[in-house]
């Protein structure tokens, strides 16, 4: 397709606009000519008249038309630039596929998905290509690393997963990632920490709060849907093993070698974001996962009023189970397990509709897996079937000669949006 012809794609909602200005300048022409009664209807049949006995009509009506568009679509593209302030030998076919995206993606559907680590981050990077009408539901449990010391030092919450889903959701997202997960080396109480942390750090203290900030923050990076912390107190987690033993902050959990049997919180009644709230109520689609089960996915179930909408919403909703078992955490665990925890959790086997599980595995699995206790969850389908559960299977890995195991970001948001259209 020409690249002039561009701006006539369906979708971008300017082709309106273009016959709007062409009758309108057509009538404003005709008015004038009219008023200085230099009769432009009759004179103008005229010279077509005389016109037509030496070229064929068919003709003269094409030329003049394609004539005409070919001067009205070169103004109005360099009035539009002009105004845009592009430079008059820029390509404007960025331009052309910012406009078509948005226009597409913002008719997309209503997704929450709900998480936190960099299991949602990968989700974020795929499904923001499906729509503009995007919501990341996110935990903030998380007290290890420069999040926790920020928290620990500061009294804010923990920032960490926050950054990554916004990052995840930028436009230009390896600028901002690289950006953003810059580590400073040295310095006195800069070390360790990362400019995006700080960066929401500064924002919070100069807008009073962890959602203005990330509001901020999403207008100056630009990004797709919006960022949500799923409470705004100051959660930590708690965890109850099967030994007997109490285990505190999300960073010790999987370090206390045992069995989880049950997880909460402290304080135990925390108060969900109404914003959380209201997006969880306006969703025709909601994910749970991927990302450590117990301590990414299930915080967001432990405030009350989350799973309760969750389970009451009408939108449909699917699990995206980890593609590996995690050390500490998830143990020998079969895809029904993961399921049991999420239902356990939330206090309703509606918590979900369905759980996407990934089909294929690298015939050279890496030997780093087995060394760190980490192996392939096993798919039970009778046991998830009993539970009412529906499974959907797809190759949801990239792609890797040296056996590695890591969701792919497209598959993944193709996946889920295939199940979503189809009702799978």
Same mark, same amino acid.
């Given at each position: 397709m020409p690249k002039q012809a561009g701006w006539l794609i369906p979708g971008l909602q300017v082709k309106r606009w273009f016959a709007l200005i062409l009758l309108g300048t057509a009538l404003m022409t005709?008015?004038?000519?009219? +008023?200085?009664?230099?009769?432009?209807?009759?004179?103008t049949m005229q010279f077509i008249s005389k016109v037509a006995t030496k070229i064929s009509t068919e003709w003269l009506a094409f030329g003049i038309i394609m004539f005409g568009a070919a001067i009205f679509f070169k103004g109005w593209q360099k009035t539009n630039l002009s105004i845009l302030d592009m430079e008059e030998d820029r390509d404007n076919d960025v331009l052309l596929e910012h406009l078509y995206r948005r226009r597409k993606l913002n008719r997309g559907p209503r997704i929450v998905a709900v998480g936190g680590g960099t299991g949602l981050s990968m989700l974020l990077s795929g499904v923001k290509n499906i729509t503009n009408n995007l919501t990341a539901i996110v935990t903030v449990g998380d007290d290890g690393g420069s999040s926790g010391r920020l928290r620990e030092d500061l009294g804010i919450l923990p920032p960490g997963d926050i950054r990554h889903c916004i990052t995840a959701l930028a436009d230009d997202e390896d600028l901002v990632n690289k950006l953003f997960k810059y580590r400073f080396n040295n310095g006195e109480g800069l070390e360790g920490h990362s400019f995006g942390n700080l960066f929401i750090t500064a924002l919070c203290d100069i807008t009073g709060d962890m959602v203005s900030a990330v509001r901020a923050s999403s207008k100056v990076l630009s990004i797709r849907g919006r960022v949500l912390p799923a409470t705004l107190d100051d959660m930590k987690l708690v965890a109850e093993m099967e030994d007997g033993r109490i285990v505190h902050g999300e960073s010790?959990?999987? =370090?206390?070698?045992g069995k989880i049997k049950r997880l909460f919180t402290e304080p135990e009644n925390c108060k969900a974001l109404p914003d959380v709230i209201q #997006?969880?109520?306006? #969703? =025709?689609?909601?994910?749970?996962?991927?990302?450590?089960?117990?301590?990414?996915?299930?915080?967001?179930? +432990?405030? /009350? =009023?989350?799973?309760?909408?969750?389970?009451?919403? /009408?939108?449909? /909703?699917?699990y995206v189970c980890n593609i590996m078992t995690q050390p500490g955490e998830t143990d020998d665990y079969k895809v029904s397990d993961h399921l049991k925890a999420l239902v356990k959790h939330a206090g309703s086997n509606?918590?979900?509709? #369905?759980?996407?599980?990934?089909?294929?595995?690298? =015939?050279? +699995? #890496?030997? /780093?897996y087995q060394q760190s206790?980490?192996?392939p969850v096993l798919l039970d389908s009778d046991e998830v079937k009993k539970m009412g559960i529906k499974i959907f299977a797809k190759k949801l890995i990239q792609d890797s000669k040296e056996g590695l195991v890591r969701h792919s970001s497209t598959r993944v948001a193709r996946a889920l949006y295939y199940w979503f259209k189809k009702g799978a």
């Open positions: 005709v008015g004038i000519l009219i +008023l200085f009664d230099l009769q432009p209807i009759f004179n010790t959990i999987p =370090e206390a070698n #997006a969880i109520r306006n #969703a =025709e689609l909601i994910i749970l996962g991927p990302g450590s089960l117990y301590t990414s996915v299930i915080p967001n179930l +432990l405030i /009350k =009023e989350i799973s309760e909408e969750i389970v009451k919403s /009408k939108a449909k /909703k699917i509606k918590i979900v509709d #369905a759980v996407l599980v990934n089909d294929y595995l690298p =015939e050279n +699995l #890496a030997d /780093k206790n980490s192996y």
